[in-house]
């Protein structure tokens, strides 16, 4: 079965980076976009951003474009995603999400890991 496992988080400071990598197995990787969503504490989740199959496609969230890089590495079924100048309102649990296609504006699916805490603060 599809199973994502998200690292990669923790406590920075302002402006800090991070880089986090979500591991993919259970499906023909290589055949789907991916997608990075966030869910901070009382709020929906949020998306973030998404990547084609290739990796050579990608779109963000106007909340984090510019900051935020989303990449992956098809020989290694994973999915990453670079954080830039972190902000407070940045903090939230994030989750790699499996695409329905290989489209880079398909759908995500429900995300699947346990996700991974990112806590900006001083």
């Known amino acids: 079965q599809v199973q994502l496992v998200e690292s990669g988080g923790g406590l920075v400071r302002p402006g800090g980076s991070l880089r986090l990598s979500c591991a993919a197995s259970g499906f023909a990787f290589s055949s789907y976009a991916m997608s990075w969503v966030r869910q901070a504490p009382g709020k929906e989740s949020e998306w973030i951003s998404s990547i084609n199959s290739g990796g050579d496609r990608r779109r963000y969230a106007d909340s984090v474009n510019g900051r935020f890089t989303i990449s992956r590495d098809n020989a290694k079924n994973t999915v990453y995603l670079e954080i830039n100048n972190l902000k407070p309102e940045d903090t939230a649990v994030y989750f790699c999400?499996?695409?329905?296609?290989?489209?880079?504006?398909?759908?995500?699916?429900?995300?699947r890991g346990q996700g991974t805490q990112v806590t900006v603060s001083s």
């Open positions: 999400a499996k695409n329905v296609n290989n489209g880079y504006y398909s759908l995500y699916e429900t995300p």
